[in-house]
């Protein structure tokens, strides 16, 4: 990827990251049943929330015009016409309800059980708007928002599975050296346009107590993070700190305890520290049944 002048640059990203998104978003859910759907339907809500946030559809656009709007984003990417919108409620909130099955399937089906089933063969390099990948991020994250604590163990699997998404499909290389495993994560997102190839991960403290994560143009701290936290979500759904906790409790045991302290800096510069506990905790069949009784 050449060198960036500036986040307003970074514009479209690798489908491929949206694939394991969506990837990650199924096997993750998968544990829950009936509920899966619950969850699912709750973020597809949350996802045209924030195309409001954002200003891609009006406040008081007719139904109509959120129905073109939308489209419109989505042939950017090259997906059909047919937009999986529906408006729920008296107060008729527009969500999109079918989005795992829509954009997993709108340029060929990687995102569920295809690809990885299939010979985990990647797709052809293409590219899909940067604020349709926002989209997603914002939705699910805000979308298991009421689940308090067991929701960040639901991201956090979400997180391993994009790693094995990823994995297999042949975008990042797998290593037993976990700075390897690490790197090469952080040189794929660079190439996806995630982030500038000047991003990386460092370890501080003494014994190592904290992972930092320095990530310059980076659209998901600068924008869909800022919009969480003005939602009061405190869940955290960075993709590559997600993957880089997956590899490094793999490989060494600890778990991460996500975003204790976080600056942003002039150049679209973001400073973020993790702090490193020695955890076993996992999302097992038991937090299921724990996420299921809070759903009701």
Known sequence: MSKRSGIENYKTIDRSAMDALLYGITKGLEYLGVQRQVLLDRMGGYMVEYLAKCGAIGPNDTPDAIRKSIGNLLARSGFG??????????????????????????????????????????????????????????????????????????????????????VETGEIEHSDDPDVFVKNEMEYFAKAGYLDRSSGF?????????????????????????????????????????????????????????????????????????????????FTEEEARKVSALMG
Request: hydrophobic fraction near 35%.
């Open 202 to 282: 460092k370890m501080e403290g003494s014994p190592p107590n904290t992972l930092v994560g320095t990530y310059v143009y980076s659209r998901y701290h600068i924008n869909v993070l800022r919009h969480l936290k003005e939602a009061n979500c405190a869940l955290y759904s960075c993709p590559p700190c997600l993957i880089g906790a997956s590899i490094l409790k793999e490989s060494t045991g600890l778990g991460v305890q996500f975003g204790v302290e976080l600056e942003l800096l002039p150049g679209s510069r973001v400073v973020i520290r993790h702090k490193l506990i020695r955890s076993t905790e996992t």
């Open 81 to 166: 016409p047919a937009v999986p919108l529906r408006f729920e409620g008296p107060t008729q909130r527009p969500s999109l309800p079918g989005f795992i099955n829509y954009l997993s399937e709108g340029q060929g089906g990687v995102g569920g059980k295809k690809g990885r089933a299939n010979g985990k063969q990647a797709r052809p390099r293409k590219r899909v708007d940067w604020l349709l990948y926002e989209m997603l991020l914002y939705g699910m994250t805000k979308g298991l928002d009421e689940l308090g604590q067991q929701a960040q163990l639901l991201i956090d699997k979400m997180g391993t599975e994009m790693l094995n998404y990823l």
